[in-house]
């Protein structure tokens, strides 16, 4: 790699005196990232079903999974923690309350406690009818997932902010040898840093901070100069009043060889919108709308 030896200084201020920063110094030339293979196979357009198809069938269930699927979804996102006694389960929130008919958190819980819940209780369609209360519908385990969808691709969101759900994530994913069928994602620094130390051989998604360090990095066209430690950037398509999904942010992932995936994306206008500025991905509670608009614009 090539060394940058021109440092430049930028004044910025006059309050207080001249304040004069080091914006570029002593920076080595990154390499141009590869696409990892877990991302090279999503279509592009990739339809990422928000926690299976929300707007059609319970969240994170085996049988929303399944409707995902049939309504056109390329990869299945969900969210993971972990029970009392360890068991890696697929849940959003930190309780049960708000989507089974049970009550308390799942940190406090046993695996047998939560598979016996009804997770299809509260899930009520628009005419207020409740077509899957009673149904058998459970909170399924990751590991019953993995083994319903073999062959599919999976993008795990880790929702606690430590490293001990990662880590048996991580272990997972491995024992099953899906690293090229699985993406993993969290908010945070140690769940990340955990799932990359102990199997850099899976795809992450940046950090909030990581995507906050890029986007600022695009605006200056300094992305050639970094080597990211993730493959998909996964972000809203705006914050506040910043859009994140950017002319810059985009040339610079498809530069850096990133795959950019935006969420969560439920309106036809914006998903038509987004379709056409070239994203990767679109995280939505309903797949067959991606699908839709893909057709319409001749991307399917």
Known sequence: MELLKTIVIVPVGM?????????????????RV?????????????????????GHAPENTIVGFERALELGADVLEMDVRM????????????TVDRTTDGSGRIADLSWEEVRALDA??????????????DRGVGVPSLREVFTHFPDTQIMLEVKPSGAEVAVAVAGLVKKFDRADRTVVASFYTRPTTAVRERAPEIATGATRREVSRFVGLSLFRLTGFYSPPYEALIVPERTRRVYVTSRPLRRAAAERALALLVWTVNQPTQIQRLLRQGVDGIVTDYPDRVREAAESQGLR
Request: hydrophobic share 40%; aromatic share 10%.
């Open 83 to 94: 029970t009392r006694d360890g068991e890696l389960v697929v849940m959003h929130d930190p």
């Open 120 to 133: 299809g209780h509260y899930y009520i369609t628009g005419r207020f009818e409740s077509p899957y209360r």
């Open 34 to 54: 590869q696409e990892h293979p877990a991302l090279a196979r999503y279509p592009k357009p990739a339809i990422i079903g928000h926690r299976g198809a929300p």
């Open 15 to 31: 309050i207080g005196g001249v304040l004069f920063v080091a914006i570029i110094g002593l920076i080595l030339q990154a390499d």
